[in-house]
């Protein structure tokens, strides 16, 4: 054999590496520490995006339970405050939905609902004059006559009371002219 034969052959790696010798450019160096400093930057942000994140979610949560309150009628700022407060206070994991929540509301919440949909209530209905009290005359005078203090007390009394002017507005003309003829 000879000595050609005797020596082994040196195989080429698959992937190249770079031999000790070789330098990297100074400007690819730099473009990889500036693109590193870039990224770490960013990361360093990472937190406070995570935090504003968090804080929209939060504030997206409190607008959906405005949005159930206005919806279920509740459209009143004192209201919303007092509802906001009470529903706050429900804990625990079995905690109610708003909508559920509201379909038996809280006494302290039924003065700002709206009522929307039904019937007014009728006022009650007038007092039924007494029969065993006998007749006074609690009209007016038609013709413009001046009428006493007392009659004139009795009129607005009524009035307060029932929330009915009418008889006031009817006697109106009366009462100026016993004022007129007092002073």
Known sequence: MSEEEKTPETTTPASPEPAANEAVP?????????????????AS???DLQQKIEGFEAERKGW??????MTAGLTD???LDVAK?????IEGDEKPSVS???ATPPKA??????KTGTAPTPAAPAPVPDANKGTTATSAPATGEPISADMTRQIVQEAVKTGDWSRYREARDAILAAARKVG
Not at 26 to 42: I, K, M, S, T
């Open 26 to 42: 100074y400007a690819r160096f730099a473009e990889v520490l500036e693109e590193r400093n870039q990224l770490r930057e960013v």
């Open 45 to 47: 942000g990472l937190p």
């Open 64 to 69: 959906a339970v405005d949005r159930e309150f």
């Open 77 to 79: 700022t004192e209201g």
């Open 85 to 89: 407060y009470l529903y706050g206070k």
């Open 100 to 102: 559920d929540w509201l």
């Open 109 to 114: 919440l039924a003065g700002y609902f709206k």
